[in-house]
């Protein structure tokens, strides 16, 4: 009940550690909303309020004249450029002009590039798809879920341009890891080891993923598959005779043992790894 006092509790004495607020984690204790809602009051005030313009509806009112521009006619025309020459080339006055409108009217929406960064960020996820119905098991709708979201990297190979630093997370993001923590969730593992294990696949999954965009990348300037391949092999190259890179060398002038693997197979490969790890796990804990 608002206003109620708790009962005061005995005091502590002073010792290592005595005046410090304690991280709820530390002693197995839960993340509560109040929790979030300090932490957020800590924030600073510009990137709190680009948090908000993530979260918020952005449905056109109901009632009233139709709005000739909205946020989600900005954030589309703003994916559009990206789409054709990359991040770079997004800017509040390329997206205005491919509109038909003052900068002025995008600005309404977005107060800065950075806020329409993370919208267009955000969209260019989308969410992840639906799970098929009867369910699979954990580890092939975990399969799954990695191979859409490599999907979804290369065809908005942009998206890797942009460094995730101290950038609000939006909706669909938050949604990309519920849908493998559900999955995962399904091994029995506590809670606090469900967080481990989906920051191993999604890691596996984004940082494998980098030779995949790399090439969807060059072939967005027009660069071909053969052109890439032959300068990606030119400087891999350069190890072989070179002391500083004697076990790579070996590696790559190694004979053949048949056909090698394309990029998908080899991404699928080594995620196959990850969940043998991730069973094995789970069989020796018992979940």
Not at 70 to 95: F, K, N, Q, W, Y
Not at 143 to 165: D, G, N, Q, T
Not at 214 to 236: N, P, Q, Y
């Amino acid at each position: 009940m608002a206003g109620r006092r708790k009962a005061a509790r005995p005091a502590k004495p002073a010792g290592k550690g005595a005046g410090r607020r304690k991280d709820p984690a530390e002693e197995g204790g839960r993340l509560t909303h109040d929790d979030v809602m300090r932490a957020s009051a800590t924030v600073d005030p510009a990137l709190r309020r680009r948090s908000e313009l993530l979260w918020d509806d952005r449905s056109p009112p109901t009632r009233g004249p139709k709005p000739a521009l909205t946020p989600d006619d900005v954030v589309r025309a703003a994916m559009a450029i990206a789409d054709e020459d990359g991040l770079g080339a997004v800017t509040m006055h390329a997206v205005s002009s491919r509109l038909g409108f003052t900068t002025m009217a995008v600005y309404r929406y977005f107060p800065s590039k950075e806020a329409l960064y993370d919208a267009i960020v955000d969209a260019g996820l989308g969410r992840p798809p639906a799970r098929s119905e009867p369910r699979a098991t954990w580890r092939a709708e975990v399969a799954a879920w990695s191979h859409a979201k490599r999907r979804m990297l290369c065809a908005r190979p942009w998206l890797a341009e942009l460094p995730f630093v101290a950038a609000p997370h939006g909706p669909n993001w938050l949604l990309w890891l519920e849908a493998l923590a559900e999955s995962l969730s399904r091994t029995g593992l506590a809670a606090a080891e469900l967080g481990q294990v989906l920051s191993i696949v999604d890691g596996y999954t984004r940082g494998a993923s980098d030779t995949s965009i790399s090439l969807a990348r060059a072939r967005a300037r027009g660069v071909s598959e053969a052109e890439w391949a032959a300068a990606v092999g030119a400087d891999l190259g350069r190890s072989i005779g070179d002391p500083r890179f004697p076990t790579f060398a070996a590696i790559i002038t190694a004979p053949s043992d048949g056909r090698p693997r394309t990029i998908e197979e080899s991404f699928d490969f080594g995620l196959q790894l990850v969940l043998d790890g991730i069973e094995l796990y789970v069989s020796r804990t018992g979940s």
